[in-house]
């Protein structure tokens, strides 16, 4: 999914389901279309979609339109309020959870093809460590692997990091501490799976901010926005525009 004229993609993970990988990845889109960037969100949980609902937009087409031959994917993609350009996944589709490595390749290939131009590809994949799910973020060239402070979190978060790693031998991966209750506590629940990424498997992982929790993310939700749109002065906005800080540092 890059060419030397491309955007930097960043592939969006985690270990486990319920840690936020989602409304990360929207509410990043949405920091970095503020700042005046050109994005794309791809929510590539190709199963169980909802960045749409996330993003309040109706999109009456998806990538499954695009893998079945019936569209093109530049016929699919539709602009957010937010500026976004978001190309929908499917929901309730189980075939669509289940995608071969063929067809992730045709995906990759028709992002290949697109012209619009662009400064940042987002892409939200599945949680887990399906072969779908290793495909897509190895189409990447950046991993944000999403976690929060709860001991299966980190657990499913380190086993796709070591899959990342040992199997795929990929690099660029970043851990971002989601629903910490201060930016301390991330550093600190960064610095403890470090350890154990380079004791156990050779290789660190990178830092970029953590995310505070706050009820506010909540709400925006209900709302179906960002919490950038709900609430701009809440600790989370904050923690994601600082996040696109730290990524422009790339």
Request: aromatic residues 4%.
């Amino acid at each position: 999914m890059s060419k030397p004229d491309a955007p930097q993609v960043i592939g969006i993970a985690s270990g486990k389901g319920g840690v936020g990988k989602t409304t990360v990845s929207v509410n990043l889109a949405v920091a970095l279309a503020q700042k005046g960037y050109r994005v794309m969100l791809l929510d590539a949980d190709l199963g169980m979609a909802n960045a749409q609902i996330a993003l309040g937009v109706h999109a009456p087409l998806n990538i499954s339109h695009v893998l079945s031959g019936e569209k093109r994917l530049d016929e699919v993609i539709v602009t957010t309020s937010q500026g976004v350009r978001l190309v929908p996944g499917s929901s309730g589709l189980r075939d669509m959870a289940a995608l071969t490595s063929l067809q992730i390749a045709q995906i990759v290939r028709a992002f290949d093809e697109l012209t619009e131009p662009l400064d940042f590809l987002l892409v939200d994949v599945a949680a887990g460590i399906s072969p779908q799910v290793l495909d897509l973020m190895a189409a990447c060239q950046r991993r944000l692997v999403v976690v929060c402070d709860q001991p299966s979190s980190i657990a499913d978060a380190y086993g796709l990091i070591k899959v990342m790693t040992t199997e795929q031998q990929l690099e660029d991966i970043y851990l971002l501490p989601n629903m910490v209750s201060s930016a301390a506590h991330g550093l600190q629940l960064y610095r403890k799976m470090n350890d154990v990424c380079v004791r156990f498997l050779g290789q660190g992982i990178r830092f970029l901010h953590a995310i505070e929790a706050d009820e506010l993310v909540l709400q925006s939700q209900r709302k179906c926005q960002s919490v950038l749109e709900h609430a701009p002065g809440s600790a989370a906005a904050r923690d994601f525009r600082q996040l696109v800080q730290a990524i422009e540092q790339w």
